[in-house]
């Protein structure tokens, strides 16, 4: 077992976790200074990146377990302990995190006109420490703590500084979000009272001691259905994500950003380290029931981004499709199916990162979203152009950039389960390059040009640091994903090995129904 002192010599996930937080607790000291205040939420920010890389650098790739690990007894009687520790998987996800949190202070750098300045990058920064915690919790009952800590910064910056429509986005988010919390904290008690040794025992909590357990099958049955339910509405999946078309409208570009790039991929990150390990049986039970609502997910979100005439609406809803990428390759149950999830969760996250952040910029310029008064930027805006061109061939799966590999892997995982189910799941692709391409034929060529736009300035230095990193990454994993799948790969088969023994039983009638189906 490897300890944090072994690898770097101190407990760097608690620093990376919480100085975000020590950040927003420093700016309190220089209210009235925005400068002050401003630069020290981007130190915070950047010093947590620089800390994620030293862990990558310290990070022994090709080991399956856990590393970094800090473990503090918390509250004794309760069986609660400080447990941290991450794998490839987690590392990536917390890198993931702290990138796009440097690159949308920045960004929102003279977003916010008002007194209430120093709460907006506050929140961002105790979201971002709740966040980091979720990714490297091995403890169920500190898991939940920081999944119910990013819950009230996101509700604040949707529903302060947000659009018209705010409070009822905010509170909408607010109501999916409990809703699935309170019943993943059923489920949580009721594994950890089944665990104990004895009825004098304490409750278990730790993961550690949770993987080794096997529960009966009815509490399989329902404890996943109440982890699934939580994470699902994170992901989201249809149909639990009407909250996110109305949460990505109305939230600030940061928001949206924040938003599509990392909470969403809390909730696949859930599936992966929860549902799956924990209650094997109930996830080959319910596998072939989430394949379905995945594909549904895929063309659903894909039609309906077609007809949208708000750009934002569109980003919002290509989220609901690109995730159901994720959640097809996850129940797919393959190494294949499963690296390509985490991929397209990173790749997700650094292109409808970028996206979004291209909404925003473009709203601060025209005070508009509506795709049918756009036409004609090319002209007066070449550089946003060039970018959004860029990130919309990304998006829709061009072979050489992010949104490919991933995607492919996860619909080959998909096929090597059913070949029907993935050819189904293809078409997603396709749908993706018309709502995309015709995206971006409106608004950049063909409608009225209106000639104030050409008295506008094009992206600054500002804005282009901001997506250049999104960029590089995005070809990066594009020409050379083994960079990315050296550190999945391990975390990944040790899964599918936890997994083969239950799908070796012959699986659901369900399963083996689509088996036959897919058999052409």
């Known amino acids: 077992m490897h300890g944090f002192e072994e690898q770097i010599g101190f407990p760097v996930l608690t620093a990376i976790t919480f100085l975000p937080s020590l950040g927003a607790l420093a700016m309190l000291f220089f209210r009235g200074r925005p400068r002050a205040y401003k630069s020290i939420a981007l130190g915070a920010s950047g010093a947590t990146l620089a800390l994620s890389l030293v862990m990558l650098a310290a990070f022994e790739k090709g080991y399956a377990g856990m590393q970094f690990i800090e473990k503090v007894s918390w509250i004794e009687r309760l ?18 995190t702290a990138l796009l949190s440097v690159i949308i202070i920045p960004a929102s750098w003279n977003y916010v006109k008002e007194k209430k300045e120093l709460a907006f990058f506050a929140s961002f920064l105790f979201l971002e420490t709740g966040m980091l915690g979720v990714f ?48 993943m904290l059923l489920a949580i008690v009721a594994i950890a009272y089944a665990a104990r040794s ?20 009815q509490l399989q049955m329902l404890a996943f259905a109440a982890f699934f339910v939580a ?78 005439k708000d750009l934002k609406k569109l980003v919002a809803y290509s989220s609901v499709s690109h995730m159901g990428f994720v959640t097809a390759g996850i129940f797919a149950m393959n190494l294949v199916g499963i690296e390509g999830a985490v991929l397209v969760m990173l790749s997700h996250g650094l292109l409808t990162g970028a996206l979004f952040l291209m909404v925003g910029f473009l709203y601060e310029r025209l005070h508009t979203r509506e795709i049918a008064v756009m036409g004609g930027l090319a002209s007066p805006f070449p550089v946003m152009a060039a970018f959004m061109l860029f990130f919309v061939l990304a998006s829709l799966g061009l072979p050489g950039l992010s949104g490919f590999v991933g995607e492919f892997l996860s619909l080959l995982g998909l096929f090597t389960y059913n070949k029907a189910l993935g050819a189904i799941g293809a078409a997603g692709i396709i749908f993706a390059a018309a709502y995309l391409l015709w ?62 023994p239950y799908l070796n039983d012959g699986g659901s009638t369900v399963s083996r129904l689509f088996s036959m189906l897919g058999g052409f």
């Not at 447990?83 to 490839?88: K, L, N, P, V």
């Not at 001691?209 to 099958?217: D, K, N, P, S």
């Open 136 to 183: 490297a919790a091995r403890d169920l009952f500190l898991f939940y703590i920081f999944w119910e800590i990013m819950l009230i910064p996101m509700y604040f910056i949707i529903g302060v500084w947000g659009g018209p429509r705010r409070i009822y986005a905010a509170v909408k988010f607010f109501l999916f979000t409990l809703a699935g919390s309170l019943l």
């Open 198 to 217: 004895n009825s004098f025992a304490p409750p278990v909590f730790d993961m550690d001691l949770l993987e080794r357990e096997t529960f009966g099958f």
């Open 439 to 500: 995206m971006y034929m409106r608004v950049m060529f063909t409608g009225t040009r209106d000639e104030k736009w050409y008295q506008l300035p094009d992206f600054n230095l500002r804005e282009i640091g901001s997506l250049t990193p999104l960029a590089v990454f995005a070809v990066w994993m594009g020409v050379y994903p083994n960079t990315f799948l050296e550190y999945i790969e391990p975390s990944s088969n040790r899964l599918v090995e936890q997994m083969a």
């Open 231 to 308: 994470f699902a509405v994170k992901v989201p999946m249809w149909p639990l994500h009407t909250w996110l078309p109305d949460a990505h409208v109305e939230a600030p570009t940061a928001g949206s950003v924040i938003l599509a790039g990392v909470l969403l991929k809390v909730g696949g990150y859930g599936i992966l380290r929860f549902c799956l390990p924990l209650f094997p049986d109930a996830a080959v039970e319910y596998a072939p029931w989430i394949l379905v609502l995945s594909l549904i997910a895929i063309l659903y979100g894909a039609l309906v981004s077609l007809v949208q």
């Open 79 to 96: 069986g609660v302990s400080y447990h941290m520790g991450i794998d490839g998987i987690s590392l990536l996800l917390i890198l993931l």
